[in-house]
Every structure is written in structure tokens, then in C-alpha cells.
């Protein structure tokens, strides 16, 4: 009850796009939301740079942040005042940030919501979520929103959309909710309740992306990308199959499934650098640095979970498009030979 803080957790692109368009929405609804949002920026003189100038000169220099985004440096004070969580950083450091805030949990029953997309493998060797992850440490119910979201075109108000996930499922008040957060005239939500479907869409799908830069850098033209596509969509959901058998195919219309795989697959930052990838001789990490300015991609990780895990499980030989993007990442097989998996792919 009473009006909810709202604390967004990231600095890089998508962060600052989130926060825009939060600092925006809790301005228009004033009954539901106290209007100061707090942005935590983990790098101070980036921090000190966007309280001065309100912009993000680093990773999404296009806008200038609202008044009321208060970029924060300090993660305990951003969590503590906070009772909506928007965790929007690359989803391998997760577990550290988690790790970080856990004291910091304030008693006001604070709710979640993941925007990282990318998976990981628990303890047990088992699959495990973002969101999952989040609730495991910090012991709160957590959402998640994904989609086609290109930090800079939403960013610049190009019409756009999502699914969400609420967080406490059914609970209609909780929906209105965060439907207010982040839906505005040219950002649209649909709510599913196929949350894990959602989050491996958005997670699969980079790697699909890199599939798509690969054959791009390897100069073939439409027809072998439409084929790594078609490909990459049937592994998805043979992988979502494996490991959520109750998923529902029709989350993969949605524009957490298809819409994000086709803008990724030709606008996103994984196209780009596995693109680049084939052209030159260096490591991923290098390209990162040259090309996004040290922004850390999600698919090669992915690409190496999923690998580890279908092993774990003797399934490789079923995903021959996944294990070939996985081992041209980390340089162990032919980019040439790429081909050869789309056309053995089941
Ligand atoms: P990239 O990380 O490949 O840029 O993907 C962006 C994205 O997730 C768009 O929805």
C-alpha cells in the first residue's frame, strides 16, 4: 500500500532507456509512484557526468535523462529506499550484485523485475534463470520484461513493445502496476504468464543473433539467413521443450520470441561483433572493447551455458546449430563450417 519507490539497477544502454522512460511514467502516475527514481551507476565519474549533464555520454548519449532520475552511486542506498527493483545490468555479474545488496533489502516487501537476458548454471549443473537467481538470493517474488528493445530506439521514442511477466502472478493490482511503469503511447506491454518461455526467448535468441552475424560476416545474402534463422527458432524451442516442458509455443509469437529474434539477428550488438568476428583475429572480448566500448555481450556466454548444459544432458547432436555457434566463439571450429550445421539441424 501507499505510493512505490522505484530504484533502477544498471547504467549501461538499456538502463538508461529504462530509466527514461520510468522517470517519465511515475511523473504521469503521481498516485501510484514517488516521483524521484533512483539510478544506480556503479562507475562514479560516469555517475558524476550524468548528474552534471543528464546524459549517459558513454553508452546512450542521444537523450538526456528527466529531472527526477537520480543517478545514485551508493547500490545499498538505491536498494534500501527502493520497493520496485528493475535489475537491468549484463547478466553475467548478477550473482555478484545480488550478492552485494543482500543486506541492503529494505523490510518494505520490495518486488523485482529482471530485464537481463542470458542463463546460467547452478551448483547442481542445473539450468537457473535470472529471475531465479534473484529470488534464490534475495528471497523476493521477481517479474521480468523482455523483447525487442534496441536501448537507442526506444530510447528515441521509436514505437516499440514487450512482454511482461508480473511478478505475482494473477494479482491484478500488480499488473496495473507495472503496466503504469513502462507502458507509455509508443511502448506497449503484453502480459504472459509463461514466464521461464519469456526468459529463455530472450536468451536464446542472442544466440541466434550471432548465428545471423556469422553468416553475415561469412558474405552470404538473405536466403542462408532466413536458413540460420528458421534454424535457430526450431532449436530454441527444442531447447525450451528440454527444459520447460510446460511451456506454451504461442509465447514464441510474442514479441519476446520472434520480435526479438529478428531485431537482433539485424540490429543488435551480438550481430555486430560476431559479424566482426569472422573478419579479423581477435577475441570477443577485444571486439567489445574496439566496437561497444567495453559493453559485454550476452550470447557468447549463453552459447557456452547452453553448450554445458545439452552435454550434461548428451543432447549436442540435436542442437548442431547452438554447439557450432558456441565452439566458432571460442575459436575451436571453422566459421566455414556453420553451414554444415544449419543443414544437419533437425
Ligand atoms: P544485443 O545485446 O545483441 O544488442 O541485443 C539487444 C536486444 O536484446 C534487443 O532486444
Given amino acids: 500500500k501507499g505510493r512505490k519507490s522505484v530504484g533502477v539497477l544498471g547504467g549501461g544502454a538499456w538502463g538508461t532507456a529504462i530509466a527514461d522512460l520510468i522517470g517519465r511514467n511515475v511523473a504521469k502516475h503521481k498516485h501510484l509512484f514517488h516521483e524521484e527514481v533512483l539510478f544506480y551507476v556503479r562507475d562514479e565519474s560516469l555517475r558524476l557526468i550524468i548528474e552534471k549533464t543528464r546524459q549517459n555520454i558513454r553508452y546512450l548519449s542521444a537523450i538526456k ?17 527502493s520497493d520496485v527493483l528493475i535489475f537491468v545490468i549484463p547478466h553475467q555479474y548478477l550473482q555478484d550484485l545480488c550478492y552485494a545488496i543482500n543486506d541492503s533489502i529494505s523490510t518494505r516487501n520490495p518486488i523485482g523485475i529482471s530485464l537481463s537476458k542470458g542463463l546460467h548454471i547452478d551448483s547442481a549443473g542445473n539450468l537457473e534463470l535470472n529471475s531465479q537467481i534473484i529470488h534464490r538470493m534475495l528471497g523476493i517474488p521477481v ?21 511482461l511477466v508480473n511478478p505475482l502472478t494473477n ?22 504468464n509463461d514466464g521461464p518461455t519469456v526468459e529463455m526467448c530472450g536468451a536464446l535468441k542472442n544466440i541466434v543473433a550471432i ?33 520447460h516442458p510446460k511451456y506454451e509455443l504461442s509465447t514464441f509469437f510474442q ?17 555486430k561483433v560476431s559479424e566482426a568476428l569472422i573478419k579479423s583475429s581477435k577475441s ?18 549463453t552459447a557456452h551455458v547452453v553448450y554445458q548444459l545439452l552435454q550434461n544432458k548428451q543432447l549436442l547432436n540435436e542442437f548442431p546449430f547452438f554447439s557450432a555457434i558456441h565452439r566458432i566463439c571460442n575459436r575451436t571450429m571453422d566459421p566455414k563450417d556453420l553451414i554444415q550445421a544449419i543443414k544437419s539441424s533437425p
Avoid: H, W
Fill in 143 to 163: 517479474g521480468v520484461l523482455s523483447g525487442a528493445n534496441i536501448a537507442i530506439e526506444v530510447a528515441q521514442r521509436q514505437y516499440s513493445e514487450a512482454t
Fill in 284 to 301: 570477443i572480448e577485444m571486439l567489445e572493447k574496439q566496437l561497444l566500448r567495453g559493453q559485454k555481450l550476452q550470447g557468447p556466454q
Fill in 211 to 243: 548465428g545471423c552475424g556469422l553468416v553475415d560476416g561469412l558474405g552470404y545474402g538473405m536466403n542462408t539467413k532466413a536458413a540460420a534463422l528458421s534454424c535457430g527458432v526450431r532449436e530454441m524451442i527444442r531447447f525450451v521443450e528440454v527444459f
Fill in 65 to 81: 535523462l528527466p529531472l527526477n532520475v537520480r543517478p545514485v552511486s551508493s547500490l545499498s542506498d538505491a536498494v534500501s529506499k
Fill in 255 to 271: 514479441n519476446c520470441g520472434i520480435g526479438d529474434i529478428i531485431a537482433s539477428s539485424f540490429g543488435g550488438r551480438n550481430r
Fill in 171 to 192: 494479482d491484478k493490482n500488480c499488473e496495473e502496476l507495472f503496466r503504469c511503469l513502462f507502458e507509455c503511447n509508443l511502448f506497449r506491454v503484453s502480459f504472459c
